[in-house]
């Protein structure tokens, strides 16, 4: 993969690549919905030095996309995670191994997954509606002994369900906070 300059490090959304082959599904979804998307791998994001983005006023996206392993594996990013995060124009998505990732760095509990599901729908409520998503994993995050699906936080949400998978229902749904943050 090339290097990438620090302007086009300037995406609008940028989705960091956990060398996970369903990264490039989550940009195609969102690329129709915005055109301003880049897809970079964790190596070469955590790597980049932060000052273009903190000199920027503008808003941003970062999602932390699914991948392999433990988030255990991934604490060398916790640090420039929360960077972002607090960061007043950045919004900050977690799918999968990214939501992990998030409820680890907040305290939460992240273990085996009560029933450990890969390629299955599950059904969950979203904003009041009952919705048929994908689940690929083995893991979950537990707050108060309960595995926890959605997460949200100030300026982000985090998914423990892949919400551009084609078994998820309503995909564009999922990243309408992310989109009217960036519109705002």
């Not at 195609?28 to 932060?50: D, G, M, T």
């Not at 083995?138 to 919400?163: K, M, T, W």
């Not at 309503?170 to 705002?184: H, Q």
């Amino acid at each position: 993969m090339p290097a990438t300059s620090p302007q086009s490090m300037l995406d609008k959304i940028i989705i960091i690549d956990f060398e996970d082959s369903f990264t490039y599904n989550i940009a195609s979804v969102l690329f129709p919905l915005n055109s301003s998307v880049k897809v970079i791998s964790h190596q070469e994001f955590f790597n980049f030095r932060i000052g273009e983005f903190l000199e920027s006023k503008e808003k941003h996206a970062l999602i932390l996309g699914p991948g392999p392993g433990h988030p255990d594996a991934y604490q060398k990013y916790f640090k420039q995670i929360e960077t972002f995060r607090n960061l007043p124009q950045f919004y900050v998505m977690g799918i999968c191994l990214g939501h992990q990732m998030l409820g680890l760095m907040d305290g939460k509990v992240v273990g085996l997954a009560q029933e450990q599901i890969h390629g299955q729908t599950i059904f969950i409520e979203f904003d009041g509606v009952e919705r048929a998503v994908q689940r690929y994993n083995s893991l979950a995050v537990y707050e108060d002994g309960s595995e926890v699906n959605i997460r949200r936080f100030d300026r982000g949400i985090s998914y423990q369900f892949h919400p551009e998978s084609v078994g998820t229902d309503s995909n564009p749904l999922y990243f309408k906070e992310l989109l009217d943050f960036l519109k705002s």
